[in-house]
């Protein structure tokens, strides 16, 4: 007879862990789910071991990516538009090159560098991206926002002498653009100028230079390089309103600013017209 209870209570306890073990099982494999990361020990020393893999953590929301042509010219003819006011470069000629150089968007510069243009490293003192292009692994500039590509390029042009001759064009000769910047040496493909007149007839992007200039050919003045900056270390708005005889307020309106936050190699106009 003590034998059958001793046979019964063995038999129990070894049916109660398979239970447990079963119930461990699920437990863990809902867990799963949730995200591991490593976590070093020497920048967080009171996490455990259990602890740091069982830290959520949020994703981050991805940047929007045009779907289609339609849709990269409704997120960025807003600011080839400003970059027109500005600096007298047909908005139909900024909306192209971005088109075709940046893929609609979907290039890798565009994507993981937010540069629509193509505009490598030379003297760029901000963040850096290396993809393969004329050469392996060559240098072009990172930025934290798309908008600083247009201001870039507006500033590419405007900047260099061998550009100069395009501004004596009226501000509306998209074709007399697309042929003068293969001309002065902007790009060496033959086919660029067509390629170019090409995408701005086929989505009508001329329409947005007339919406600049309602419709009337007038040659916007463009901005000198004396009134921008190139912020380096140690820059903020308010010590820029003091040097240039401006206030917070107006830097941040001319250059769309939401925040008073600035990138080290961002350019910023400190004067508008």
């Known amino acids: 007879m ?7 209570v063995l038999g129990v306890f070894v049916f109660s862990c398979g239970s447990s073990k079963k119930t461990s099982s699920r437990k863990s494999k809902s867990k799963t789910k949730t995200e591991r990361v ?7 020393p009171s996490v455990t071991k259990e602890e740091a893999v069982e830290v959520i953590v949020e994703e981050k929301t991805p940047e929007r990516i045009p779907n289609s042509i339609d849709d990269y010219i409704a997120i960025f003819a807003p600011i080839a538009q400003e970059e027109m006011r500005l600096y007298a470069i047909p908005a139909s000629i900024t909306l192209a090159q971005g088109i075709l150089e940046s893929a609609s968007g979907k290039g890798r510069l565009a994507v993981e560098a937010n540069n629509h243009f193509g505009i490598k490293c030379h003297e760029w003192t901000g963040a850096k991206i290396y993809h393969d292009d004329d050469a392996a692994q060559e240098c072009f500039r990172k930025y934290n926002d798309a908008k600083y590509s247009y201001r870039d390029h507006s500033l590419f042009l405007t900047h260099r002498s061998r550009y100069k001759g395009l501004f004596a064009l009226d501000i509306d000769d998209y074709k007399g653009w697309a042929k003068g910047l293969r001309a002065a040496g902007y790009a060496t493909d033959r086919k660029y100028p067509d390629k170019l007149i090409s995408l701005i007839e086929r989505y009508d992007l001329d329409k947005y230079d007339d919406e600049v200039t309602g419709g009337k050919v007038t040659q916007t003045v463009s901005v000198e390089a004396k009134d921008t900056h190139l912020i380096i270390k140690g820059d903020t708005l308010y010590s820029l309103s003091r040097k240039y005889n401006t206030t917070v307020d107006d830097l941040k309106r ?20």
Do not use: C, H, M, Y
């Open 2 to 8: 003590r034998k059958l209870v001793l046979l019964f």
């Open 254 to 273: 001319i250059n769309n600013l939401t925040n008073n936050d600035l990138t080290i190699g961002e350019i910023l106009i400190v004067k508008s017209n």
């Open 38 to 44: 490593v976590i070093d020990p020497r920048t967080k």
